[in-house]
């Protein structure tokens, strides 16, 4: 059963900093892409970040370029999401998800609350 499990959200002033984990289980882990993504109240949700564990290739949405890092830890089948510099427009919930690289993302957690307060 492929499970994926997100957690490290909290509550931070703006400037602060959280790192967000999801651990995979049920599949091989290099076989699939992991993407962030959050969806903040009102919003659709949005692609964040994602790597492909394979080649370590990775995807920025512009408004966290240089804030935020995704990376992977093969042994531990866990991907990160280092959030520094939050801004209050940060704020959302946010969701790991798996795919196959290039394909649709067919497996998702649940997601961890981010709040960023200004």
């Known amino acids: 059963e492929v499970q994926l499990q997100a957690c490290g959200g909290g509550v931070v002033q703006a400037g602060g900093s959280l790192r967000l984990s999801c651990a995979a289980s049920?599949?091989?882990?290099?076989?699939?892409?992991i993407g962030w993504f959050r969806q903040a109240p009102g919003k659709e949700r949005e692609g964040v970040t994602s790597?492909?564990?394979?080649?370590?290739?990775?995807y920025y949405r512009g408004s966290v370029k240089g804030r935020f890092t995704i990376s992977s830890d093969g042994a531990k089948n866990t991907v990160y999401l280092q959030m520094n510099s939050l801004k209050p427009e940060d704020t959302a919930v946010y969701y790991c998800?798996?795919?196959?690289?290039?394909?649709?993302?067919?497996?998702w957690g649940q997601g961890t609350q981010v709040t960023v307060s200004s």
């Open positions: 998800a798996a795919g196959t690289p290039g394909g649709s993302y067919d497996y």
């Open positions: 049920g599949f091989i882990f290099d076989d699939y892409a």
């Open positions: 790597i492909d564990p394979s080649d370590g290739n990775t």
